[in-house]
């Protein structure tokens, strides 16, 4: 790819990234035709973006609610359960990095993080 070979853009797996951007901006996908608009085609690093955003404006909520708030946030109007799967590898990858906490079926987000 052009972009990448003169550093312009970056490739992270199947994903194209402006070189300055660390965080993706969640974009809402409503408008999109359906066979554009599967979370499949969504950068893993969005769809963290949109769970820690979702349970940071509650402070708290259940990792059900953080799953369909980050669906909705995204612009899936309902997370059929192959999405709610790639929905909850992001979250537990949002826990493993010390981003969010799960207690029981509690997601909150980690103080300081």
Known sequence: MHGVRQSKLLLKGDIVWHPDMETPEVRDRSGLEANAKKLELVAPEEIRAAIE?????SFSMTVEDAA?????????QRVTSQARALLDVQLEHLVKDGVLTI?????SPVVGA
């Open 53 to 57: 955003n979702e349970v940071k404006r």
């Open 68 to 76: 369909v708030n980050a669906g909705r946030a995204l612009g899936f």
């Open 103 to 107: 207690r029981g079926d509690i997601v």
